[in-house]
């Protein structure tokens, strides 16, 4: 099980504000994507899920269980792959399971094979493209004990023909085992392309301002992003991020 919730958390770094009263809920086998402008506080508020961070105020509960400034409750994959080059790709991905010191090498190496990436086991990563990293970094995230995996921004370094091949990739593997993800990206057709819920945060201090219920069905295909729906919404995500202020801002706009 891997229901998460967030409730009031709040911020500060040098006096400054940067996380206001979040509060969030993702369901188990949900995907979730936090979107907002540059600087809005979504990698602190992922520091702070992961234990990394301590909130000012407010609290983070998975299945019921305070796990505030905990480590180790999930699993978490960066902006950059973070594959050890001098470990095979086998050894890379089972690298959560060892430190847990149980390892399951047939499912690590179906799950290599199901990431297209059969041959590659005994290889090194320097042998590999970016989008392949990427899904080797991924089947680690799958094999961690833990349900709940974060992911930040991880196809922002990749070239968009890769980054939209890696979104079709995402799906059809999170579909099959159906963990819960709480995405963070800066692209609003990504996050329309993967998500159940779009939570919007607003500038700082960054609170959630609004969230979209997706309606597209699955498999999402890539002829979705021409579609007049997906067009749309897109539309109305964009003009929620531009509009988006915090409540500092809005007082300030009032006077």
Known sequence: MSHLEIGHLSKNFAGKEILKNIQLTVEEGEFVTILGPSG?????LFHIIGGLLTPAEGSVQLDGQEITGERGHISYMPQQHSLFPWRTILQNVL????LTG?????????MIEKAGLAGYENELPDALSGGMKQRAAFVRALL????LILLDEPFSALDDFTRQDMQEWLQSI?????????????????????????????????TVIKEFKIPF???RKKDLFFSSQFLDLKQEVSKWI???VGEGEQDERNH
């Open 102 to 110: 149980k390892t399951d090498k047939e499912r690590a190496l179906d």
């Open 242 to 244: 531009i509009n988006g």
């Open 95 to 98: 690298l959560g399971q060892e």
């Open 144 to 147: 961690s004990p833990q349900s």
């Open 40 to 44: 809005s506080g979504k990698s602190t």
């Open 217 to 219: 069905g699955r498999p």
């Open 174 to 206: 999170w579909m099959k085992y159906k963990k819960t993800i709480l995405f963070v990206t800066h692209n609003i057709e990504e996050a329309l392309f993967l998500s159940d819920r779009i939570a919007i945060l607003s500038t700082k201090p960054a």
